[in-house]
């Protein structure tokens, strides 16, 4: 069985911050993970992706994520935040049979 | 272009009526995805398309019915559907059906069953 896991439902940062979105995953194969960001009322947009080409996987909008085998994580991080950043980021995980298992995603709220 | 379009973007519908989302990639993509999000939720798969023949039915009631006329278009028909059926639809599409490949997903349809 596989599951991904995103501690903090809810992350506020200030504008201009460090931010830190956590994930876990638990795979029996090595995985395939992304990250996804949802604006509201929109559907779901690729922001990086992890095929094992390289621990540490460069995305859009300077988002950036790193591959941890031992943790089994797959943390999303960007040096500082913007308000537009403000959105729900959902981790996913993906198998042989393509199917997306997600994590409960996570609200980023940027204060001015 | 990594383009999905999903019509309409809103669709009101009573209970006893019928009604269909649509959805259309022209990207060459041969595996295509029904989503249902319901608020503050992640997307929970409902069906799969796998060169326009279903794989994967995720025990969905038959009040949702899929259909793939061609390897670009994803229909999904209403009937009969409760209050609890409104959520966010989002297809999605990715290059075939193999792991790892990346789905994308359109703007989706927000569903209200009155």
């Known amino acids: 069985a596989q599951s991904v896991t995103q501690l903090g439902s809810h992350v506020s940062v200030s504008e201009g911050a460090l931010v830190l979105l956590r994930c876990n995953y638990s795979?029996?194969?090595?995985?395939?993970l992304f990250w996804y960001v949802q604006y509201p009322n929109q559907g779901l947009q690729l922001l990086l992706k992890y095929t094992s080409a390289a621990t540490l996987v460069k995305g859009i909008n300077g988002f950036e994520a790193e591959f941890n085998k031992s943790e089994t994580s797959f943390h999303l991080t960007k040096p500082s935040a913007h308000m537009s950043d403000a959105a729900e980021y959902f981790c996913?995980?993906?198998?042989?049979?393509?199917?997306?298992?997600f994590g409960g995603g996570t609200r980023l709220m940027v204060k001015p | 272009d990594t383009e999905v379009t999903q019509t309409p973007k809103h669709l009101v519908m009573g209970m006893t009526n019928k009604k269909s989302l649509k959805c259309e990639q022209h990207?060459?993509?041969?595996?295509m995805y029904w989503y249902k999000q319901k608020a503050k939720k992640p997307p929970e798969l409902m069906f799969v398309?796998?060169?326009?023949?279903?794989?994967i039915n995720e025990s969905v009631p038959s009040r949702f019915s899929p259909e793939c006329p061609n390897s670009s278009l994803l229909n999904l028909h209403l009937h009969a559907l409760q209050p609890e059926d409104s959520a966010l639809y989002l297809c999605?599409?990715?290059?075939?059906?193999?792991?790892?490949?990346?789905?994308?997903f359109g703007p989706g349809t927000r569903l209200l069953v009155l």
């Open positions: 795979s029996s194969v090595p995985p395939y």
């Open positions: 999605a599409s990715s290059q075939d059906p193999r792991g790892g490949e990346t789905q994308y």
């Open positions: 398309y796998s060169y326009e023949k279903l794989s």
């Open positions: 990207m060459g993509h041969r595996a």
């Open positions: 996913a995980l993906n198998n042989a049979g393509n199917m997306l298992t």
